[in-house]
């Protein structure tokens, strides 16, 4: 049986499925044959744009309600099989910006996603994406499970917060919940008009506008990207793989690459130029430096690895921002 | 200059100053002639009691209300020179019965104290109060600051969080902030008289009713216990140590005791007797084993000893509690 195979005809809730990773997860899952709902706040900003179920809209179940309102979240998670989290707030000059904000979606909604599974669905398997963000600046590469936490923004202290809820629950109520570190995810229907949602968003909307590209420092920073395709296998893999629960695992990608290698192959895409250039203070105190991480523990424990190499993924999602450029970039 | 001159005439502010140690902070700085402002919710259960300003009242400004009352919050912030925060839930059960009041009290509550020093206060010194139980089980002992975060409940999870808020606006917007991680504190005005909060209480409250006291498991489990005055000093030295902003300690006890040894002190004080009992399966769930923490980088950075040690602090709190039995007993 093949992977999407294992969730024919089960129920799944995708929480913030109609954003970036959200809506990628839920369109392979409603392809599957999966009973699909997503919850999604259409906190404006946030990446929730119904455009993303387009063409799968009619087969999943839609709900635009707050995780926030017990009410409808405590009625949506009953008899759901598979619970995937992705609801939250990812930009971390909003979490500084909004500090209060930031913690309402990403702690308190994820208090009552986890209360909610222990009242009413302590059955359901449970997979949490967090991100590589709370780590903060790397004492050691590539980043393993085991490296410190150190969170240099908002965002990083409430994500890690909202892994512990996961693993706690686990440890307590028996929940069957997966903490997935994502690190930077790129790919179709990722958020790119506003530039909140991370680096590769903001080169890929630069770039698809035929502006040229901005590094800060020597470009020669390191990054582990993953093609949103890969992240979402990951997910799925977590979900059914037993020895996965209670644990938290990195993803990542090997080779990493630098900005400067990005931003090439953005050229060669797009014909556009880039230049390096120093790194403006505000933005300087939020640098982590190099970062990649280790992927190895989730290789063991399911077997994922990355498919999709740094030209591809970028190649496909050129071609795809291309397509629906009316809706993404304007 | 004595330590407690220090604070002569400067404005200082508690919240949490009506519970056990805020209210041991706020009478030694009314009584070194501070001008001292207490902040207290009152949230039935979690330890303030106007009580416990009884003698100092008059000297101290009290204002009840909720931290969470931005305009309140904000109006006291203003020209403070000091700021201890001691407000927040500190029962590890009731963190697991309500873990949203927990994350309100103890998270958002921070982040509008650090948003109100930002914004309103930027020359403030912080001194904020978290916990041991932020690291969870022991992996060695004893634990130094270096040890691995893994928070047991949601309690230990929030005020984890509440730490890295502190230190995250040290570094970004540099707000003089420190961290205490606070061990087994107990002394006079502890809230004893219900059992949420902490062994040491529930042990005086049954010995001073004249109940014989059961210990889970072997009453072998290590700890290291604070008597609440040199907590104050711990606190007043912290603030007063530029050394020590942005930074995060232990404090601690050396010797460490065993519970037996605790509750066999408390026998010869209060003629009761005490029996070993198997772990109830509830709280073997949370339960970390042995716990003593390493208290040597508070202790070079400010030259802090704990000077009272466990039979004379115990001695102490029985006389203060005998005293006032009719306020904290029934």
Same mark, same amino acid.
């Given at each position: ?122 059955? *359901?398997? #449970?997979?949490?994406?967090? +991100?590589?963000?709370? %780590? /903060?600046?790397?004492?050691? $590469?590539?980043?393993?499970?085991? &490296? ?85 296998? *990951?997910? #799925?893999?977590?979900?059914? +793989?037993?020895?996965? %629960? /209670?644990?938290?695992?990195? $993803?990542?990608?090997?080779?990493? &690459? ?73």
């Amino acid at each position: 049986m093949s992977l999407v195979e294992k969730f024919q005809g089960k129920r799944v809730l995708v929480t913030g499925g109609l954003g970036f990773i959200g809506s990628n997860v839920a369109r392979t899952l409603a392809d599957a044959g999966a009973e699909v709902t997503v919850l999604d706040a259409l906190i404006p900003q946030h990446g929730g744009d119904l455009y993303n179920l387009e063409g799968v809209s009619e087969r999943v179940r839609t709900v635009v309600a707050d995780m926030r309102d017990d009410a409808a979240l405590n009625h949506i998670v009953k008899g759901q099989d598979f619970i995937f989290h992705l609801a939250g707030q990812v930009s971390h000059g909003d979490s500084m910006r909004e500090p209060e904000l930031d913690l309402a979606v990403n702690c308190t909604a994820t208090i009552k996603l986890v209360e909610a599974c222990r009242y009413h669905n302590p059955q *359901a398997i #449970l997979v949490n994406t967090s +991100t590589r963000q709370v %780590y /903060g600046r790397p004492q050691f $590469l590539p980043v393993t499970e085991e &490296h410190p936490v150190e969170p240099v923004d908002v965002n990083g202290i409430n994500k890690l917060a909202a892994e512990y809820y996961h693993l706690l629950y686990h440890r307590v109520y028996d929940v069957r919940s997966v903490v997935l570190r994502l690190t930077n995810t790129y790919g179709p229907r990722q958020q790119i008009k506003n530039e909140r949602q991370g680096m590769a968003g903001v080169f890929l909307n630069r770039a698809l506008r035929g502006q040229d590209l901005k590094l800060f420092g020597t470009g020669l920073q390191l990054r582990d990207f993953n093609y949103v395709d890969d992240v979402v296998e *990951a997910l #799925l893999l977590a979900a059914v +793989t037993p020895d996965c %629960y /209670g644990k938290l695992f990195n $993803l990542g990608a090997d080779p990493c &690459h630098s900005l400067l290698e990005f931003c090439s192959i953005l050229q060669q895409l797009c014909g556009i130029r880039y230049e390096v250039v120093p790194f403006p203070a505000d933005r300087k105190l939020i640098d982590i430096g190099d970062y990649y991480g280790s992927f190895q523990r989730f290789a063991a424990a399911t077997g994922w690895q990355p498919r999709v190499d740094l030209a591809e993924g970028l190649r496909q999602s050129v071609e795809f921002f291309k397509q629906h450029r009316d809706h993404y970039l304007t």
